[in-house]
């Protein structure tokens, strides 16, 4: 069965500071991840997604995200925390394999960014 | 150029009555899904359809009803509204192959149930 992991429910950074939002998924052969952002009030935007190719993906707003299937991980990041960041952010995944299927999603970790 | 449209955007219901959820996409997308998003559950699917006229049961969808008569609509029903379908319910669709399989989300239908 496929799953998606979000261990964090909030990261708390200070702007100006990287910050990582973490992801662990698990699927059978090759996996479709993405990350999704949502801000109150509205619907989840797509950020960025890992097909294939190459391992650094680079999404919207400056965000970037690192698959490593060693580590069926899937990792959120961005070098430098904008307070205007703040928002809930998703993971998600499917199997190549599936394309009859929908994305699971993770439960959401909330991001806060400090100024 | 709409993307994913959703209709009412607020809704508030008593149990027991009939609810519809509108969900209309501009893109010709053959896949729509419906989600309810639930704090600490995050998204669940409750239904989806591959194209019209096909449909199928997600994780939740007890007490809810989906017909795709037409590519670009995709409604939700819920027959009699119980106070635990209080949720937002969002609606999507998937883009083709070509364009890596990414969903698209509309913004989003609040509902209450009293």
């Known amino acids: 069965a496929q799953s998606v992991a979000q261990p964090e429910d909030q990261v708390n950074v200070a702007e100006g500071n990287p910050l990582t939002v973490k992801c662990t998924y698990s699927?059978?052969?090759?996996?479709?991840l993405f990350w999704y952002v949502q801000y109150p009030n509205r619907g989840l935007q797509f950020l960025l997604k890992?097909?294939?190719?190459?391992?650094l993906v680079k999404g919207s707003y400056g965000f970037e995200a690192e698959f490593n299937k060693s580590q069926t991980s899937f990792h959120l990041k961005k070098p430098s925390a904008l307070v205007s960041d703040s928002a809930l952010y998703f993971c998600?995944?499917?199997?190549?394999?599936?394309?009859?299927?929908?994305?699971?999603f993770g439960k959401g970790t909330t991001l806060s960014v400090s100024s | 150029d709409a993307g994913i449209t959703q209709s009412p955007r607020y809704k508030i219901t008593e149990t027991g009555r009939q609810v519809t959820l509108m969900c209309h996409q501009t893109?010709?997308?053959?896949?729509m899904f419906w989600y309810r998003q639930d704090l600490g559950h995050g998204l669940r699917l409750i239904y989806y359809?591959?194209?019209?006229?096909?449909?199928d049961k997600g994780e939740v969808p007890d007490g809810y009803v989906v017909s795709r008569s037409k590519t670009e609509n995709f409604p939700l029903t819920l027959e009699s509204a119980t106070r635990s379908q209080t949720s937002v319910y969002f609606c999507?669709?998937?883009?083709?192959?070509?364009?890596?399989?990414?969903?698209?989300f509309g913004e989003g239908s609040w509902l209450t149930v009293v």
């Open positions: 893109w010709s997308h053959s896949y």
């Open positions: 699927v059978s052969g090759n996996p479709y």
């Open positions: 999507a669709s998937r883009a083709g192959r070509r364009s890596g399989n990414t969903i698209y």
């Open positions: 359809s591959a194209a019209a006229d096909i449909t």
């Open positions: 998600a995944v499917r199997s190549e394999n599936q394309a009859g299927t929908a994305l699971i």
């Open positions: 890992y097909i294939t190719g190459d391992n």
